[in-house]
């Protein structure tokens, strides 16, 4: 296919760089450019219409605009007195003629008139009446006159290098070669400097040449003007780095969300996974761009995933790119596996009583629409539309709308509650920069467990609260207690006190298990009737349980937290915040539980750090 720069003129983009030149203020250059380089698109698209993915640009007349940007055609070794001898040759003018003193002496003011120091515009009045009234040549053929004369400059070869510039003088006016001088001396002069030419070409023209280094790279991939850099990383069936999250205390997030409303999502626990489908057609990438396809399935009959969520997809959807988070499902427990469990969804077995879970929360592409420039809000329009979420297989991810700290706090404790290790926050107005993650507009938040502020507690359970809807006959929490110690030592513990409730962990296999251990213990508790037990409540029995059980047939568990507070929903006077289910510490009887004393002795001592 015919490339643009063979058929478009040097003169026109002479005549542009001529009119920029005098053109007075910016804006008014700016618009001189783009009137230029629009109606070369409009001829690209015209001449490309049926190869859209032609590697033909702008590129040959950008190096000419900024030749001080060229990387590619070596340097022409040539400089000013240079080129006046071979002026001189070429036009046969006698050494001491007038005109051949004029271009050696090019920075003499007597010489050169006004234009004294600029060699291109002495060069200009030399040659006005000396060249054709109009040139002859395209662009691409000053392009390979130009690489000729750097090739055979650098080769020593002079007669070749003489051959080319006379070619250029006999097929250019006066006026291209001016600016042919200033192209080979790398500088244009016109008043536009290189921002401004970028800012023109494309928004993101001068961010890729900045990492790249590559003007014909800038031309390529940024040809469509409104096709932005981070949408260009983005195309179907081939990987790209997600977009990241930022860790911030929680202190920080109000204003990094520019205290306007902003999205806070469950943290999924597993694997980063993008999602390319396109009809029958599935490929999966993970974060560093590794393809799991022949783990999830390439097609509706193959692969853990790809069989249980293709009919999933609406009608309208042909083609789409998702990100998610790909997570192992109990499908006994209802529920979400964590990653420390020593199982791998990248490489589960078939027969594992767990199941791959994919977990959606944005989408950046649509039926060939891209989305990474839609701000976030839109995207989850979109989201909303692309499927029937089905349970144990694929999951559209959860957003509530908040504003505040302490609605931050809130979640927090819920997500902990539930096991989760934190929270991902977001700018409803975010774009979605691949591989970006300062100031993305996402955010992580975790309970801040500073290590060894607290060490990890061991305690008993005495309690348990049933969950609530599809979970309403498992119980979700616990209830613990710590122990009063005994007079004699040896002697076993007769009484309990309540210290915290916590959830109950049926995301570790081992917890499951362990739930299912105490079963046939439980004991219904009645508030109103409360039974005697070996249990001290608060008074007004604050969080009594659903179902409690006997110290002696319980077990002991660790469980982490942030730190130790204040309260009187407990008969230990305080309680654990952010208390997180660590493992059940099968080593240890129920009565080698943590005591009262011991509890008292933390607490001092975290006071004292
Ligand atoms: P990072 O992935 O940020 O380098 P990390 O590997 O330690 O750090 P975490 O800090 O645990 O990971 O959490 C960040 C990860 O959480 C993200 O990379 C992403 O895979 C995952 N994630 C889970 N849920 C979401 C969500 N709703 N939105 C964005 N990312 C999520």
């Known amino acids: 296919m015919m490339a643009v720069s063979a058929t478009v003129p040097f003169t026109h983009l002479c005549t542009m760089l001529e009119g920029v030149d005098r053109a007075k ?82 920075r003499a003011p007597s010489h050169a008139k006004g234009e004294a120091g600029d060699f291109a515009a002495v060069a200009y009045f030399v040659l006005k009446n000396r060249c ?20 055979n400059n650098a080769a020593k070869n002079k007669e070749e290098v003489r051959r080319s510039i006379l070619k250029l003088l006999r097929s250019t006016s006066a006026m291209e070669q001016k600016w042919l001088i200033r192209m080979i001396m790398k500088e244009l002069k016109m008043g536009m400097n290189q921002a401004g030419v970028f800012a023109v070409f494309h928004p993101d023209a001068e961010d890729l040449f900045n990492v790249t280094n590559s003007l014909a790279k800038v031309c390529i991939d940024l040809r469509d003007p ?31 969300m520019h205290h306007e409303m902003f999205y806070i999502e469950t943290k999924f626990d597993g694997e980063r996974m993008l ?83 994919y977990c959606v929360f944005d989408i950046l592409l649509l039926n060939g629409q891209k989305f990474a420039n839609s701000p976030l809000r839109e995207r989850v329009d979109y989201l909303d539309k692309l499927f029937t979420p089905i349970e144990g297989r694929l999951l559209l991810g959860d957003r509530k709308d908040a504003r505040t700290k302490a609605e931050v706090i809130d979640a927090l404790n819920e997500a902990i509650d539930r096991r989760e ?89 081992e917890l499951y298990q362990m739930g299912q251990r105490l079963h046939p213990h439980w004991r219904v508790f009645d508030k109103k009737k409360p039974p005697k037990t070996n249990i001290l409540f608060p008074s007004g029995y604050k969080e009594a349980p659903d179902v409690w059980i006997d110290p002696e047939q319980s077990l002991v568990v660790q469980i ?44 001092k001592n975290a006071e004292g750090k």
């Open 226 to 256: 409104r096709v932005r850099l981070n949408e260009i990383a983005i195309s179907l069936f081939s990987p790209f780095k997600p977009m990241l999250g930022q860790r911030i205390p929680l202190d920080g997030v109000e204003k990094e």
């Open 132 to 151: 054709p009234e109009k040139g002859s040549l395209t662009i691409q053929e000053v392009n390979d006159l130009l690489d000729s004369i750097a090739t």
């Open 275 to 357: 999602l390319h489908k396109d009809g029958d057609t599935y490929k999966y990438f993970s974060r560093s761009g590794k393809d799991y396809t022949h783990q999830f399935g390439a097609h509706p009959l193959e692969g853990s995933l790809t069989p249980y969520i293709h009919n999933c997809f609406a009608s309208h959807v042909k083609s789409c790119i998702l990100d998610g988070e790909m997570v192992g499902y109990n499908p006994q427990t209802k529920a979400i596996m964590s990653k420390g469990d020593k199982f791998d969804i990248k490489n589960m077995a078939e027969d594992s009583d767990l199941q791959t879970m």
């Open 421 to 509: 290790e934190g929270l991902v926050i977001k700018y409803p107005g975010s774009k979605y920069a691949p591989d970006k993650r300062k100031g993305s507009g996402w955010l992580k938040v975790k309970p801040e467990y500073v290590d060894g502020l607290m060490d990890q507690v061991d305690v008993v359970i005495v309690g348990g609260y049933f969950g609530k809807g599809r979970r309403s006959h498992m119980i979700s929490h616990f209830l613990c207690a710590v122990a009063v110690q005994p007079n004699t030592p040896g002697e076993k513990p007769a009484l309990f006190h309540t210290f915290c409730r916590v959830g109950s962990g049926y995301t570790l296999k």
């Open 25 to 106: 203020g910016k804006d008014n250059k700016k618009k001189i450019f783009k009137e230029f380089l629009d109606k070369w698109r409009e001829f690209h698209n015209s001449v490309h219409k049926d190869d859209p993915n032609t590697e033909d640009s702008f590129y040959p007349a950008m190096r000419l605009i900024l030749p001080q940007c060229e990387r590619e055609r070596i340097a022409y070794g040539i400089k000013e007195f240079t080129l006046a001898k071979y002026y001189i040759e070429i036009l046969g003018l006698a050494k001491d003629s007038p005109d051949a003193l004029k271009l050696l002496k090019y």
């Open 560 to 603: 982490k937290a942030a730190e130790i507070i204040e309260s009187d929903k407990f008969k230990t006077g305080c309680t654990l915040r952010f208390p997180r289910l660590e493992k059940v510490r099968d080593d240890k009887e129920w009565s080698d539980c943590m005591t009262l004393d011991e509890l008292d002795d933390m607490r």
